[in-house]
């Protein structure tokens, strides 16, 4: 048995001990062996970084990350890091990701990919001045059933699109939990650290990539309802957006973080002129079609009768379920291949800067948005 590609070195800044995301990323990394982790600078302080990096095992460990970009670059091209995973807050993206670029490393962000669009387009300008790719973690694009909702309404099953409805609802944030210090609540609810949005960009942004993934059509307008309800609260916490698009299509997208008794709600559904598809995340292995004649059916994921870009994303027989962790880790394969040049379909599916750069967009759009009511009678 031939072994694997070579494992792609990363560097990680931010995401050190007891971080959600940090650890989320570190694991999808693993997953496949599609990368190491063989550096980081963890931490805003430098004994935590250090202590972070001797906890975690990670072989080098650095007070902050322009020291890790230095001596990284400073190391032979056989032992120094490929490229760079950033899961800091929104506000601190920027920098570090130009800085990796200019030092010749590949870049992976979590979304969003910067506070606003000025510095997405820095981002991008750096990433191909350099020749070198960028990433970004939107995540839910990586399960094996929403690639495999995409290719039919690529295909024409669906017919011609008419509605795209995605929906983003947690419950976490109904109450202002940023004043006992949670670390999660305090910084998404700091418009300094978030780039101005709250629930619009924390989750928002999900909803918005996953619908432009899966429909293959990016909205023209929109208009948003954006709300705060938490007393004291500074960024938005529940929105309401109205989208039209080119094609005649329309849509809505809810994202809203003070919904009791949800979890992690993501869901989609397009409405097309011959048959509707349903999806929610927290049932990912399954895909529901809906046909004019009133059939309906539930695919589900490791049939082998689906899409090529659902088959390769897919670890598993059918009836085991896979999840967050493996969706995540699908983003980072297509991450590695790009690292290595490989022109693959899960290099072509994973998220890029074009991709990162419109989500900002629509949070700066839903913020500059004013309904226009009209008194009912």
């Not at 920027?94 to 669009?117: N, W």
């Not at 989750?203 to 705060?228: K, M, N, W």
């Not at 995340?281 to 895909?287: G, V």
């Not at 693959?344 to 700066?364: C, K, N, Q």
Request: contains cysteine; hydrophobic residues 40%.
């Amino acid at each position: 048995m031939s072994a694997g590609p070579t494992p792609v070195r990363f560097g990680m800044i931010g995401g050190g001990s007891g971080a959600f995301i940090g650890a989320v990323h570190r694991t999808a990394m693993r997953l496949d062996g599609e990368a190491a982790l063989v550096a980081g600078a963890l931490s805003s302080t430098p004994e935590r970084a250090i202590a972070s990096a001797n906890e975690l095992g990670i072989p080098r460990g650095y007070g902050d990350w322009r020291a890790m970009l230095d001596a990284e670059a400073a190391l032979p091209q056989t032992e120094r890091i490929e490229a760079v995973s950033i899961v800091t807050p929104n506000d601190t993206h920027a920098e570090p990701a130009i800085a990796a670029l200019k030092a010749g490393f590949h870049v992976v962000l979590d979304k969003p990919m910067a506070a606003d669009s000025d510095e997405c387009r820095a981002i991008a300008a750096a990433a191909d001045h350099a020749g070198l790719s960028v990433t970004i973690t939107y995540n839910y694009s990586g399960y094996p059933i929403v690639r495999h909702a995409r290719s039919m309404i690529d295909g024409g099953a669906l017919g011609t699109v008419r509605r795209v409805d995605a929906r983003y609802v947690q419950g976490w944030l109904a109450n202002d939990l940023e004043a006992s210090g949670q670390k999660q609540a305090a910084w998404r609810t700091d418009p300094e650290r978030s780039g101005g949005a709250g629930a619009i960009g924390d989750i928002g942004t999900h909803a918005y990539q996953l619908a432009e993934f899966v429909s293959g059509q990016r909205p023209s307008e929109l208009c948003a309802d954006v709300h705060t309800h938490a007393p004291g609260r500074r960024v938005d916490d529940d929105a309401s957006v109205l989208l039209r698009y080119d094609s005649g299509a329309s849509g809505t997208l809810t994202a809203s973080q003070i919904c009791i008794g949800e979890e992690n709600g993501l869901s989609l559904r397009v409405y097309g002129s011959n048959a509707s598809l349903s999806w929610h995340q927290e049932s990912p292995n399954e895909l529901r079609v809906f046909s004019n004649d009133g059939s309906r059916r539930t695919l589900t994921r490791g049939d082998t009768s689906l899409a090529t870009g659902a088959q390769i994303a897919t670890r598993l027989p059918p009836g085991h379920p896979e999840g967050f962790h493996e969706a995540f880790a699908n983003i980072y394969r297509g991450a590695a291949d790009r690292v290595r040049g490989v022109d693959s379909e899960h290099a072509s599916l994973a998220p890029d800067h074009r991709d990162g750069a419109a989500g900002v967009a629509f949070i700066e759009a839903c913020l500059a948005s004013n309904s226009n009511w009209v008194t009912l009678c």
